[in-house]
């Protein structure tokens, strides 16, 4: 099942804030975040994985509620580079049997102007 | 390379067109997983390698579609008969372990097949 992201999209000026997030009907074990521009490869922005969570970049930090089978994505003070399609990937299957096929969002397009 | 290649980047075929996509993994990057992508939508699961073996084909919309990772390296996606709705992004991936706990995945720049 897909996980559901909200808001669809954002448009921000230079230095303001943003939360998107991504929520899912199943429990999960592990989040991806990822950033696509036009005609390029999804970029990994970072992992969060049950019971922890790994940093990727400055300024954009995530949190996983393994509860509420949710995550978050925050970015603060956004530059013009931020601007992209964010998609949450989720993987449902337990450490052990996990090998990485991730279930995609529909993504969050996210547009900062000067 | 530095990341994952793919080619050709685009791609038109005529309706009935069989087509070959090819993806170069990171070397040394055990999984390989090729994803779908349509326009506006978020990349959908096609199948996945765990060095030479296809351990995942769930993803494949029909028996025209066929990849094929022979010495673990390279990674073929092949379609027979194109159809109009396959037009998409095909994008590739891989990652260095067989596991996702902590394992990052990396993801081509995708090669655009439009099916006329």
């Known amino acids: 099942q897909q996980p559901v992201q909200s808001p669809q999209a954002v448009i921000l000026r230079e230095g303001e804030d943003a939360v998107i997030n991504c929520s899912s009907s199943k429990a999960l074990y592990s989040v991806h975040w990822y950033r696509q521009k036009h005609g390029e490869a999804p970029v990994f922005l970072m992992i969060?994985?049950?019971?922890?969570e790994q940093k990727g970049h400055d300024k954009i930090s995530a949190s996983f509620n393994e509860k509420k089978q949710q995550s978050s994505l925050y970015l603060t003070a956004s530059q013009l580079s931020y601007s992209g399609t964010y998609f949450c990937g989720t993987d449902r299957n337990a450490g052990g049997t996990s090998y990485g096929k991730l279930t995609f969002g529909q993504g969050t397009i996210l547009t900062v102007h000067p | 390379g530095a990341g994952v290649s793919q080619s050709p980047r685009y791609k038109v075929a005529k309706r009935g067109q069989d087509v070959a996509l090819r993806c170069d993994p990171i070397?040394?990057?055990?999984?390989l997983f090729w994803y779908q992508q349509a326009l506006g939508q978020g990349p959908e699961f096609l199948t996945y390698f765990q060095n030479e073996a296809q351990l995942d084909k769930s993803g494949l919309p029909s028996d025209r579609f066929f990849a094929e990772r022979p010495e673990g390296s390279v990674s073929t996606l092949k379609i027979q008969r194109t159809q109009q709705e396959d037009s998409a992004v095909y994008l590739c991936a891989s990652s260095p372990r067989s596991g996702a706990a902590g394992n990052t995945i990396y993801f081509g720049e995708g090669s655009w097949l439009t099916v006329v």
């Open positions: 969060l994985l049950k019971g922890g």
């Open positions: 070397s040394g990057h055990v999984s």
